[in-house]
């Protein structure tokens, strides 16, 4: 999962298509759960998962409506100002490294809980946990319901259902080819 990962992150990069690109994102953060989910860390896993598949409907809901290609398949790039992003990650890479090597760790104290999942959990939503996870299923229904709202035709349909309302000349609907 981790060279899929990295692989999907990878390819984001490289497509030039945004729909490819958010599904090349989307197969590196489901790996990225599905690692989570490997260490025991179901909890993490599974919120990782449905943030990241929530978070690329919103983002495919927002490209139907904002972009002038709504499949997203006209090519394009997502790399702008190589150099200055080359020298930005290089910086930013190394500060990091610095501030792991700097920076005054803590020793552990006490045992480590037998459930680290159950007791994140607990920690984050307390004694809401049942309701903090039929209100994920709630959003998530309405995001579902929502990327269906968004587009009230089909990607060909230009005409609405009548065929024989296709101009001649269009090659999709039309006379040309038939």
Do not use: K
Request: glycine share 10%; charged share 15%; proline share 6%.
């Amino acid at each position: 999962m981790a060279t899929v990962a990295v692989a999907g992150g990878i390819m984001v990069f490289r497509f030039d298509s945004m729909a490819r690109a958010t599904f090349s994102l989307l197969t590196a953060l489901l790996c990225v759960g599905g690692q989570l989910v490997v260490l025991g860390l179901d909890y993490l896993g599974i919120v990782t998962v449905l943030m990241m598949t929530i978070e690329m409907a919103v983002m495919a809901v927002f490209m139907i409506m904002f972009m002038m290609n709504p499949a997203g398949l006209m090519p394009m790039t997502m790399m702008h100002n190589r150099r200055g992003a080359a020298v930005l990650c290089a910086l930013t890479f190394a500060l990091m490294v610095t501030g792991i090597l700097l920076a005054p760790w803590p020793r552990r104290q006490g045992d480590a809980p037998a459930d680290p999942t159950r007791d994140l959990g607990t920690s984050l939503m307390g004694p809401q946990m049942l309701t903090m996870m039929t209100l994920g299923t709630a959003l998530f229904a309405t995001i579902v319901a929502t990327v269906v709202l968004a587009t009230p035709r089909g990607r060909y349909d230009r005409y609405g259902d009548d065929l024989r309302a296709a101009s001649p000349e269009d090659p999709v609907r039309g006379g040309v080819g038939r």
